[in-house]
């Protein structure tokens, strides 16, 4: 039997979100219905709502979640009702030239649940990243559902399921940073003080932060950056050379996607360095970079995409760390807020308020 569940909908360009009454259908093959537990809320949510991703809506927003599998279709083995699950957008299928090639999580061909959740009225909704999690509950492909420790934080566990991955992942996975390496961030809000902490985690030596927010250079201190700049008054290139013997860092993470931040993680970089770009950049931006420079300081421009993660090996070994206290998931949680409250977490997301405000249901 379908059920009704309290969500949060888009409903057109700009309009603040309201809550409305979301019909679930029953899982078929391969889904399966989640109550949620917690849902951070994270910048692709206001671009869906602000028209930034496409235009269909309605959109049921929120796609950092956490929360008990309920039920699940036909031929669905990886998880049962009762599972602790962290939702992800990279259901891998398994059969694509990248997972024929042993690159599972750069797979071309990820899925979501094929029947559509909609309002009463029967008007079909678009579930932002393929989840839909400011609700209840939800309906997901099975792949979409990673299992991890029961005993974690629902709102710490959430995270990791967009914003904080894509950060440890640009620094991990991505950067391939390993010990003693120097690691530049560029942005200290969710993604790039997540890099911070996968930084340290990876044991990076001195991990330089840059913001033009001393508030936001103060958390990234409590992830572990060894150094802050605050790029309004100091250059970053100088400021991160000088903390590098004069080198320039092993690994430089643009977490902010605007052109002039990333050329500065251009030439911020040791020769042989690598960039990271995890940051999104709009579809107007173009970048001039020396080309001459581009051959001559060899190493690597990479694009990191969701941290490079599969979900199924990186989630549970987070949250291993997490429980171990090694990783600080926690120190992201900044407020626990009820559905009704993602309107004003949108406006104190845009102030930069909050690294998460994240929704307890
Ligand atoms: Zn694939
Ligand atoms: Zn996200």
């Known amino acids: 039997m379908a059920q009704t569940v309290k969500g949060v909908v888009a409903k057109a360009v700009g309009e603040p979100v309201t809550i409305e009454n979301i019909v679930i259908p029953d899982p078929g093959p391969g889904e399966a219905v989640v109550a949620i537990q917690a849902c951070g809320v994270c910048h692709t949510d206001l671009h869906y709502r602000e028209g930034g991703i496409n235009d269909e809506f309605p959109f049921l927003l929120g796609h950092e979640a956490s929360g008990i599998v309920e039920s699940v279709g036909d031929g669905v083995t990886e998880v049962e009702a009762g599972d602790f699950v962290i939702l992800n957008w ?3 299928c398994g059969n694509c030239r ?13 899925f979501n649940a094929e029947q559509k959740m909609t309002l009463e009225d ?17 309906l997901v492909a099975a792949g979409q559902c990673t299992k991890v420790d029961p005993s974690a934080s629902p709102a ?9 991955m894509a950060g440890i992942g640009a620094a991990i996975n991505t950067g391939g940073v390993s010990r003693g390496d120097t690691v530049a961030v560029f942005g200290c809000g969710g993604v790039g003080d997540a890099a911070i902490a996968g930084a340290k985690l990876a044991g990076a030596s001195t991990i330089v932060a840059v913001d033009i927010d001393d508030q936001k250079l103060e958390w990234a201190k409590g992830f572990g950056a060894t150094h802050t700049v605050n790029s309004t008054n100091e250059d970053a290139v100088e ?21 002039h931040v990333y050329k500065q993680c251009f030439e911020a970089r040791d020769l042989a360095g690598t960039v990271v770009l995890v940051g999104v950049p709009t579809p107007e931006m173009e970048i001039t970079l020396p080309f001459q420079e581009v051959f001559g300081r060899g190493g690597a421009l990479k694009s990191s995409w ?11 070994m987070l949250i291993d760390l997490y429980q171990q206290g090694r990783l600080d ?19 104190k997301m845009e102030r930069g308020e909050v690294l998460r405000s994240v929704v307890e249901i």
């Open 98 to 110: 990248a997972c024929n090639k042993g690159t599972p999580h750069l797979c071309f061909s990820t």
């Open 156 to 164: 710490a566990a959430g995270l990791l399921g967009c914003g904080v």
């Open 239 to 259: 400021k991160i050379q000088e903390y590098t013997n004069g080198f320039g860092a092993d690994v430089c993470i643009d977490a902010i996607g605007l052109p």
């Open 122 to 138: 029967g008007t079909e909704l678009s579930p932002a990243l393929g989840i839909g999690a400011f609700a209840e509950k939800t």
């Open 329 to 347: 998931l926690d120190g992201f949680v900044s407020e626990t807020i009820s559905l009704e409250d993602v309107e004003e977490a949108f406006h």
């Open 90 to 92: 990279r259901a891998v």
């Open 306 to 316: 969701y941290g490079d993660c599969l979900p199924s090996r990186d989630f549970p």
